[in-house]
């Protein structure tokens, strides 16, 4: 079974230009995230998708981030215009919930992550 | 709010010692807890979780964690390190819900 694919792995962009990730979660899974992790700090959740729906998007930067999830399968993370600041790694996971006992948990399968770095 | 904090960002151990990264939570209602490892240039790989069965969790490479309620702790170890545990190692909680709060992660380093 495949696991999650991000695309490219690797992108590096100049100040103002725009950049699209994407991800390819595993198939069937409802459940698609994106997460950040910059200069070295905790990964921090950025989104939530629920088939083509966003359902939590609380950790979203600003206006210039835009996440689609068309069809509810792959999903893209635009960056536009991008910022120093976005440099970082940008991991996509997807899952979906499972039963333990009488509250469900959610294992997260993550992808390689794309490495940013705006110049 | 949940909250997850990993002491020490960097841990030195020798080939062969014992492997102790640290990982103490906050949550309001009963966790779920894991272990994710980050390899040099690769994904984050599960390492191990707790979901409320047993206490003391065995996952792979011959990593293990015991979860303390009592201590709001989640501690990784090893009995010996080998070169290839070398990584960043992130402990995470989630409480049942869809996002996953992670710790600021721990460099592993393996001395010879």
């Known amino acids: 079974e495949a696991g999650v694919t991000q695309f490219p792995s690797h992108s590096v962009i100049e100040k103002g230009q725009t950049v699209t990730l994407r991800c390819d979660p595993i198939?069937?899974?409802?459940?698609l995230y994106w997460y950040r992790r910059v200069m070295g700090k905790e990964i921090k959740f950025l989104l939530h998708f629920v088939k083509e729906s966003k359902q939590d998007e609380s950790g979203m930067p600003n206006n210039r981030f835009l996440a689609e999830r068309t069809g509810g399968t792959y999903s893209t993370l635009k960056v536009q215009p991008a910022e120093l600041e976005d440099s970082g790694v940008y991991f996509c996971a997807s899952s979906q919930v499972a039963l333990a006992g009488v509250r469900s948990y959610n294992e997260q399968f993550f992808g390689p992550g794309t490495r940013l770095t705006v110049l | 709010a949940q909250s997850v904090t990993q002491l020490g960002s960097h841990v030195s151990v020798s080939e062969g010692a014992l492997v102790l990264l640290r990982c103490n939570y906050s949550s309001s209602v009963p966790p779920y807890l894991f272990w994710y490892v980050q390899y040099p240039n690769q994904g984050l790989q599960l390492l191990l979780k707790y979901t409320s069965a047993a206490t003391l969790v065995k996952g792979i490479n011959g990593f293990e964690a015991e979860f303390k309620k009592s201590e709001t702790s989640f501690h990784l170890t090893k009995p010996s390190a080998h070169m290839s545990d070398a990584a960043e190692y992130f402990c995470?909680?989630?409480?049942?819900?869809?996002?996953?709060?992670f710790g600021a992660g721990t460099r592993l380093f393996v001395k010879a």
């Open positions: 995470a909680v989630n409480t049942g819900g869809f996002k996953t709060i």
């Open positions: 198939s069937g899974h409802d459940n």
